[in-house]
């Protein structure tokens, strides 16, 4: 097991603790965590579960869908600022001989 599947295990682990600790089923906290995909939206959400202890199954899967959401979100910015730069890059550069051709310039 490498060093981040690991780190993802022991994670998936405290959240379903917390989420068995507020009195919900294990089957939640571990879907909760293939949900969130990552150990630090699961640190999201284990500080959520300290923090506000919901009452309901409702409240917990609102906050999973929007820290995923806010993932989302996140690399969507991230993929459009690099489409960006790389536009303004061609703008500025203008294209490459071999793109000029229509090669494909990693081939």
Same mark, same amino acid.
């Given at each position: 097991?490498?060093?981040?599947?690991?780190?993802?295990?022991?994670?998936?682990?405290?959240?379903?603790?917390?989420?068995?600790?507020?009195?919900? #089923? @294990? +089957? %939640?906290?571990?879907?909760?965590?293939?949900?969130?995909? &990552?150990?630090?939206?699961?640190? =999201?959400?284990?500080?959520?579960?300290?923090?506000?202890?919901?009452? #309901? @199954? +409702? %409240?917990?899967?609102?906050?999973?869908?929007?820290?995923? &959401?806010?993932?989302?979100?996140? =690399?969507?910015?991230?993929?459009?600022?690099?489409?960006?730069?790389?536009?303004? +890059?061609?703008?500025?550069?203008?294209?490459?001989?071999?793109?000029?051709?229509?090669?494909?310039?990693?081939?």
């Amino acid at each position: 097991m490498t060093k981040e599947q690991r780190l993802w295990s022991r994670t998936r682990d405290d959240l379903v603790h917390a989420m068995k600790d507020l009195g919900f #089923s @294990e +089957e %939640l906290g571990e879907m909760a965590a293939k949900h969130l995909g &990552s150990p630090k939206a699961m640190e =999201r959400m284990i500080s959520y579960l300290h923090y506000e202890k919901p009452k #309901s @199954e +409702e %409240l917990v899967v609102d906050e999973m869908l929007a820290i995923r &959401s806010e993932i989302d979100a996140w =690399r969507e910015k991230k993929a459009a600022e690099e489409a960006n730069a790389r536009y303004n +890059e061609m703008q500025y550069y203008g294209l490459t001989e071999n793109e000029d051709q229509g090669g494909n310039e990693y081939a």
